[in-house]
Nanobody, 123 residues
Framework: VQLQASGGGEVQAGDFLRLSCAAS????????MGWFRQAPGKEREFVAA????????HYADSVKGRFTISRDNAKNTGFLQMNSLKSEDTAVYYC?????????????????WGQGTQVTVSS
C-alpha cells in the first residue's frame, strides 16, 4: 500500500485546511486509516482515526470539534478537514493505514505511512 498525503500549507490562526491521503496498491475499503502529527522536538501524536467502512471515528481531545476525518472509498482517498486552526496545530501531518476492521490510535499499530505534509499556522 502506498499513501500520498497532500494539502498542507501556511495559514493564519482561525483558518482551515483540508488534507488528503490518496491510497494505492490494495483495496482501500479494507484499510482503517489514521492521521498523526509531529511537531519539531516532539513525538508523533495521534490526531484522528476512522474505521474501514462503517465510518466509526475517534479524535484526540486537542482537535475534537475542530477536525473531521472522513473517507471516500470509491476514490481511494481519506481526508482530514481542519477548521479553526491554532498555532499549536503546526506540525508535519502523516496519514497511516492498516488492514483492520476497526480503528487504531497508536502509531505502531499502523503498517503503512504517507510521506507527511507540513501544516504551519501563524498567530
Amino acid at each position: 500500500v502506498q499513501l500520498q498525503a497532500s494539502g498542507g500549507g501556511e495559514v493564519q490562526a482561525g483558518d482551515f485546511l483540508r488534507l488528503s491521503c490518496a491510497a494505492s496498491g490494495r483495496p482501500f475499503n479494507q484499510l482503517a486509516m489514521g492521521w498523526f502529527r509531529q511537531a519539531p522536538g516532539k513525538e508523533r501524536e495521534f490526531v484522528a482515526a476512522i474505521s474501514r467502512t462503517i465510518g466509526n471515528t475517534h479524535y484526540a481531545d486537542s482537535v475534537k470539534g475542530r477536525f473531521t476525518i472522513s473517507r471516500d472509498n470509491a476514490k481511494n482517498t481519506g481526508f482530514l478537514q481542519m477548521n479553526s486552526l491554532k498555532s499549536e496545530d503546526t506540525a508535519v501531518y502523516y496519514c497511516a493505514a492498516v488492514y483492520a476492521r476497526l480503528y487504531y490510535t497508536v502509531p505502531n499499530q499502523f503498517d503503512y505511512w504517507g510521506q507527511g505534509t507540513q501544516v504551519t499556522v501563524s498567530s
